[in-house]
């Protein structure tokens, strides 16, 4: 069995940026008032039909391939992690093989929310390490600026969200010592409802009633969200999802040089740091300039880590989520 390494990783953001203070002039909140909850001071948004879940994927991509240093031809497989795909189907996955003009190569489209990308990467690792790809693109890409409740209604989820993308080519590595150690994959779908959006879909309405009603009071089209009682089970999720993958390789926190939690809330990343006994340098948080683009958060910050020096040769850099679904993960990588 063969080994699998990141090799070329890359992120792109929107140019316009949103702050609190922005936000307050189209609801009432505050600076303070977010800070507080969530630690965020601003945020991406897209701006013009320029930007789009694929597009940014695609601009993510790019970097990634040229780091990776390999040709696009190189890539073998894409998976695609989302949770505003611009199409109802087809996915993005084959947008980008689409765009980037890769031969006709497999793509596969990952709805895990919050998770996505810890999701997708645990796929890339397992195809690799079977001998069937040597080269997957796996990205990370979210506009959620479109579809948020930009009223007071909705102010509760509307000020954590942003948008962005991010990219990693995962390569096989024949030195077992060194890249994907392992994955842990886990979900409560019991808990479904309490972060989700409900509509559209073809669970409850048909498409001809939602044209026909066209109600402005119906929210179901915004997301929902359960904040303190997600919260709760984000804390005990990410503590155990983190020591399980750590266990599985005999190692304990303190083996830890850089834990990258998804970026969902400064709070929650300060009590899984606290809980764990990790210095500030052990944890990296960019939540404060970018807020929550969910399937994107993990290789946005992975990323800009490895750009400030961050992630070095050696290091055991531990990736975990939690989010919609419910669903978590975990990835342990010796860089």
Not at 205 to 232: A, C, H
Request: proline fraction near 3%.
């Amino acid at each position: 069995m063969y080994n699998s390494k990141i090799t070329g990783l890359g992120y792109y953001v929107p140019d316009h940026v949103v702050t609190n203070d922005d936000l307050s002039k189209v609801m009432d909140t505050s600076d303070a008032w977010i800070q507080e909850r969530t630690g965020i001071k601003e945020r991406r948004h897209v701006n013009s039909e320029a930007d789009s879940t694929t597009s940014m994927g695609v601009k993510a991509a790019e970097i990634a391939i040229e780091r990776a240093g390999i040709d696009k031809e190189d890539i073998d497989f894409i998976i695609f992690a989302t949770l505003s795909p611009d199409y109802y189907f087809p996915g993005p996955g084959v947008l980008v093989q689409r765009d980037l003009e890769i031969k006709t190569v497999g793509a596969l489209d990952v709805r895990n929310q919050c998770s996505g990308f810890v999701y997708g990467l645990s796929v890339a690792d397992q195809y690799v390490k079977s001998g069937m790809y040597n080269n997957i693109l796996v990205i990370g890409s979210e506009v959620h600026s479109r579809g948020l409740d930009m009223t007071t209604r909705g102010r509760a989820v509307s000020v954590i969200f942003g948008d962005g993308a991010g990219a990693a080519v995962v390569s096989r590595e024949d030195d077992t010592s060194r890249g994907i150690l392992s994955s842990h994959l886990h979900s409560e779908g019991q808990y479904a409802e309490e972060l989700a959006v409900t509509a559209p879909g073809m669970g409850k309405r048909w498409v001809t009633d939602i044209l026909k009603d066209n109600d402005p009071n119906d929210e179901s089209y915004y997301p929902y969200m359960n904040g303190q009682f997600v919260f709760k089970n984000a804390v005990v999720r990410f503590s155990e999802v983190i020591l399980e993958g750590l266990q599985k390789n005999g190692l304990q926190a303190s083996d830890i040089d850089l834990l990258i939690p998804h970026q969902a809330n400064l709070r929650i990343s300060q009590f899984v740091q606290k809980k764990f006994g990790l210095r500030d340098d052990q944890v990296y948080n960019n939540i404060t300039h970018y807020g929550n683009t969910t399937a994107a958060s993990i290789p946005i910050a992975l990323t800009e880590a490895w750009e400030k020096g961050k992630v070095k040769d050696g290091d055991l850099v531990v990736l975990a989520a939690f989010g919609s679904g419910f669903t978590w993960g975990s990835v342990i990588i010796r860089w």
